[in-house]
């Protein structure tokens, strides 16, 4: 399984069930920690972690692998 350094907004909201305009809000007032790189957000792995604990992250990890495939 492929441990992933940053996620996309929008893989982020598929997982927790939100928008990823809904993300990319929390990302913009700084609710969540992220990194803007031109016009688009990544969010650290770290971010992800105090959001959502590593149980659900490793599941998070397996169903973006599953995407790539």
Sequence with gaps: MT???FYTPDEL???LRL???TI???LRTGETKGLRIGD???VPRTEVLELIGAQPLA???AQLDERHE
Excluded: H, K, P, V
């Design 59 to 61: 599941a998070l990890d």
């Design 40 to 42: 688009t957000w990544r």
């Design 3 to 5: 441990q992933r350094q």
């Design 13 to 15: 909201a598929a997982f």
């Design 19 to 21: 928008s990823g305009e």
């Design 24 to 26: 990319r809000r929390r």
